[in-house]
């Protein structure tokens, strides 16, 4: 157990949807999800915790010095920033997950290895990788660990990490509260409703993996009437699955009367 007295989280990059990487998954809308649901579970499992976005800058740089001056406004914390991975073009390859440090290599293996073992190993798992060249993590006065939950570019990744995003953030939140000396009881809360029938679960999953039928849903929505912005999200993969499944259902109530 470390010395941390609370767990600050953010959320990397800015507002904008294309500053971060862009591919199968939107970088700064998946960074947002994760971000804000590791907190609702450290914060339900009354860990210390914060979270932060960044929804004022307009540029890298900007958006590096206004994260660290954030974060160097008070001390005695362990600074979370979540990102995804690219490597450029789409690729049916598994690619896997990795957590960047400068001096938290032993936090950033055990986080490597919690998130892939949470997908079954199916999110490969890359490790802690040093550098020494990302501000956040050089720059901070408290320690910092940039995890990389996958990679937005790889068909395979995308299909995990939204069948298992709960998992992976209960895994994430798990090892964070154990390195200040909590413990968090899975699982903490649900995202969303959440699904009891293991059948049912699949079955969306399977729905939700599919981009032939995430389109089937989204256009039928505004066939009864959705605004057609939604299939702009859709294209841009900044739609979450939460909003697809509020639309199919709102969809459907239309359609049935």
């Not at 010395?3 to 990487?21: D, Q, V």
């Not at 690619?95 to 079954?120: N, R």
Request: charged letters at 25%; a neutral charge; aromatic letters at 6%.
């Amino acid at each position: 157990m470390s010395n941390y007295k609370k767990i600050e989280i953010h959320a990397g990059h800015w507002k904008a949807l294309n500053s971060g990487a862009v591919g199968i998954l939107n970088e700064v809308t998946e960074n947002r999800r994760v971000g804000r649901r590791v907190y609702e579970i450290l914060k339900a499992a009354n860990v210390p915790v914060m979270y932060y976005e960044d929804n004022v800058s307009t540029n890298q740089r900007e958006n590096i010095n206004h994260l660290v001056k954030h974060h160097n406004a008070d001390q005695g914390g362990l600074v979370v920033s979540f990102h995804f991975n690219s490597s450029g073009a789409t690729t049916d390859r598994a690619l896997g997950t990795e957590v960047l440090y400068s001096t938290q290599k032993t936090l950033a293996e055990k986080l490597s290895k919690a998130i892939s073992e949470a997908t079954g190993g199916g999110l490969l798992n890359r490790g802690a990788k040093y550098r020494n060249d990302l501000g956040v993590l050089t720059k901070t006065v408290e320690p910092a660990i940039l995890p990389e939950i996958c990679f937005v570019n790889s068909t395979v990744d995308a299909a995990i990490y939204r069948r298992d995003f709960e998992k992976i953030c209960q895994a994430v939140a798990t090892v964070l509260a154990a390195e200040i000396g909590y413990t968090v009881k899975e699982p903490v809360g649900v995202e969303a409703s959440g699904i009891n029938s293991p059948a049912l679960k699949a079955e969306t999953e399977l729905i939700l993996g599919s981009a032939a039928r995430r389109k089937m849903i989204i256009d039928f929505a505004i066939d009864q009437g959705a605004n057609k912005s939604w299939s702009t999200k859709l294209e841009k993969r900044t739609i979450t699955d939460e909003e697809i499944q509020a639309l199919a259902i709102k969809a459907i109530v239309d359609f049935s009367k």
